[in-house]
């Protein structure tokens, strides 16, 4: 159980993609550092996979779609129940060819903030050290 308040987000896929990117971003600036191509190269078809991985785990369930997920999937080894389905707002579950909203559907519109109006965040200050 998280110890936090909201849904970080944090996820097997996410988690595998960046470490898969934080090798590619080393073997890329590796090869900034010694001139070469092939290791510059190399470093950004490292990135191409970690977000071919990461796109595959989402799919799969191990990822999250964007808002806040059920409390109970909070957990970052629990799958995702709506993947199946494809998430409506999602990119990459668009871009699968799942979660299409139906014709003449409207996105939903977040509210503007008027000014000298307070901030309305659930949780605002849990996280942070003011």
Do not use: F, N
């Not at 078809?45 to 409390?71: C, E, F, M, S």
């Not at 109970?72 to 799942?98: I, M, N, T």
Request: positive net charge; charged residues 15%; contains cysteine.
């Amino acid at each position: 159980m998280s110890a936090h308040q909201y849904d970080h987000g944090h996820t097997l896929a996410g988690w595998v993609g960046c470490g898969i990117g934080t090798v590619g971003a080393g073997v890329a600036g590796l090869g900034v550092c010694t001139v070469s191509g092939v290791l510059i190269a190399g470093g950004l078809a490292i990135g191409v996979v970690a977000l071919l991985v990461t796109w595959a785990l989402h799919l799969a369930g191990w990822g999250k779609g964007p808002g806040v997920r059920p409390r109970a999937e909070w957990g970052w080894r629990v799958r995702d129940s709506a993947a199946p389905g494809g998430h409506e707002e999602c990119l990459g579950c668009r871009l699968a060819g799942r979660g299409r909203r139906a014709a003449g559907a409207v996105p939903p519109v977040m509210p503007v903030q008027r000014a000298g109006e307070q901030e309305t965040v659930a949780a605002v200050g849990a996280d942070s050290v003011r």
